[in-house]
């Protein structure tokens, strides 16, 4: 898995700012419109996009963390209890995380804080979250998933992925949650998707977006490069002649899975860009009456 913090230079506990910094400074020397490295652009190109993210990078920590796919098809995750669901819809009150309840309401409230103790308490549900890269997501997948109950027993579950999930999905597992209150129905078990860009690419939606760099005579003259997809398939792109700089290429039904049974796919989007080289004068007299 590649470590972001090293690929930018920055340690693990970097602020945004820092990071953001770390990414210009290397925008700036391997752009490839500035005639740098185009792999090494793209990879501190992807690392940002990762950790600017407050909830990408978290999910990147924790992949790293545990690790990637492992024997037996667990994967990498973490915990959160839902408090949510328990509290809501109790107004003027707090709950602190000891357990104590602070009731901030007004005088004459004492009968609605005794109410609220008589109420049952119910099983809390356990939210998971399970992240996963684009690459990943293009196929169905089946994984499992190792999570804690708040009693502290270890559970596991496996979760079926279809291809092209989206990013935010929660899949629900009826009764798979907290049982620490005897006699009451379990909570259930939310697992969560993160889904994370990967190998150059980006997704919105159902579209992917990658980048192309080619030099002004290719642009000027016309183009067929061959571009790696995420399926790990060979594809050919036309630049035509003419292309001018950040032109979007659109490669039709290359994109992420929609519906597996009738075909539908999203679009692929190549953003070009052009690099200009540096002339020697008499290079630039040979080209002059072009």
């Known amino acids: 898995m590649k470590n972001y913090y090293d690929i930018l230079g920055v340690p693990e506990d970097a602020s945004n700012d ?35 993210s407050s909830q990408k990078r ?3 920590d924790t992949m790293r963390k545990f690790g990637g796919t492992t024997q037996g098809g667990q994967h ?8 949510g669901d328990f509290f809501s819809g109790f107004g003027n009150g707090d709950m602190d995380f000891n357990g104590r309840f602070n009731f901030t309401g007004r005088q004459g409230d004492e009968r609605t804080f005794r109410n609220f103790r008589q109420q049952p308490r119910g099983n809390r549900n356990v939210q998971v979250r399970m992240a996963i890269s684009i690459k990943e997501a293009m196929l169905n997948n089946d994984k499992t998933i190792n999570y804690k109950l708040p009693s502290g027993r270890e559970e596991f579950a496996t979760v079926k992925i279809p291809a092209g ?26 697992v969560i998707m993160s889904v994370l860009d990967s190998d150059g690419y980006t997704r919105k939606g159902n579209d992917l977006y990658t980048d192309k760099t080619i030099d002004c005579f290719q642009a000027v003259r016309g183009h067929d490069f061959n571009l790696k997809t995420l399926e790990d398939k060979i594809i050919k792109v ?18 992420m899975p929609v519906h597996k049974t009738l075909g ?12 200009i080289p540096q002339l020697s004068a008499q290079d630039l007299k040979k080209i002059k009456d072009l």
């Open 18 to 52: 820092q990071i953001k910094k770390a990414f210009k400074e290397i925008a700036k020397k391997e752009h490839p419109d500035r005639g740098g490295d185009e792999s090494k652009f793209k990879e501190a190109n992807e690392a940002y996009d990762t950790l600017k």
């Open 58 to 60: 978290h999910d990147y």
């Open 76 to 83: 990498p995750f973490f915990n959160e209890d839902i408090f």
């Open 165 to 190: 999930v989206q990013h935010g999905v929660t899949f629900k597992f009826k009764g798979m949650g907290d049982d620490s209150i005897r006699n009451m129905p379990r909570g259930d078990l939310m």
């Open 238 to 255: 036309k630049v035509p002649a003419g292309t001018q700089p950040n032109t979007m290429l659109m490669v039709k039904g290359q994109g």
């Open 264 to 275: 539908i796919r999203g679009n692929l989007y190549v953003k070009i860009h052009i690099l």
